[in-house]
């Protein structure tokens, strides 16, 4: 259209401008973490799925075994030469019970694999989000620390759940290398693909939103790590960190970013665990 004037003494009209009926938020593309792609009852079947494999049915058999156990079995494992060796084989078969429902998404419900954090793209950039994911766990820790600090000191009969912490602590192989790697390797692959990989975008699609789906996942990763390290510890420490891995996930859209985070995380909680453990040695009279 000409706005030229035409004629003396005509005003120009101002030329109209197309304005967006909506805002760049709203119509922000959904991530491939979000599930849109796929209807939610099948998301909601593979929710089941995952948890009816890598949850309900490892619990299951872990409470059988111990329904067919004899006293005398009871004391063999509790032997501490056993009990590293079995644990490190239960966390390998949890992995394998992982990486098999992973599988089953991908060909079975038609997941992409970039829906689980699976990227190939970008691996640098991952890399870098794996260390401020990092940071934010020490952070995160830091925090919870203190006010579990506070909550001990306020409320009497917390003694047995740091008791039962400190009893978890010295299971650990903080002195054998290859044995923590051996523990460390698949506990971080394990947990990050089951409780963001795999659980987080399914509760996302069922649940409508990040804050519930993250709230869910967070939990459920606290609730599993209380019988080991104490319900008050998971209650305030475990719950805090999930929510640090999730916020990380989300953001980062990356499973290599946080099963980095998670396995540094942890490798460095054991070093700082064996120095401790050799200074105190050390300073014994």
Known sequence: MNNQPTEPGQRVQPALTARPLASARALRAPTELELMYLPRRDAVAA???VMLVTIVAPFLLLLAFAAGSTPEDDQQQADPALVMPLTIVQKWCELALAVAAAVCL????????????????????????????????????????????????LAPGTEEDLTRRLEFLELLPIRDLLTTLLLLVPVAIHEELIFRGLLLPCLRRWLGNWWAAGLVSAALFAALHAPHQGFLAAG?????????????????????????????FDFFQFQFLRLLAEFLENAAP
């Open 106 to 153: 991908v060909r079975g419900f038609g997941f992409r694999p970039a829906s689980l954090g699976l990227r190939r793209d970008g691996i640098r950039r991952q890399m870098l989000w794996g260390i401020a994911t990092l940071g934010g766990l020490y952070l995160a820790l830091l925090a919870s620390s203190i006010i579990l600090v506070m909550i001990m000191m």
């Open 47 to 49: 929710l089941l799925l």
């Open 236 to 264: 305030i420490q475990i719950l805090s960190l999930a929510a640090a891995f999730t916020v990380f996930f989300i953001v980062s859209r990356s499973l290599i970013a946080v099963t980095l985070a998670h396995f540094l």
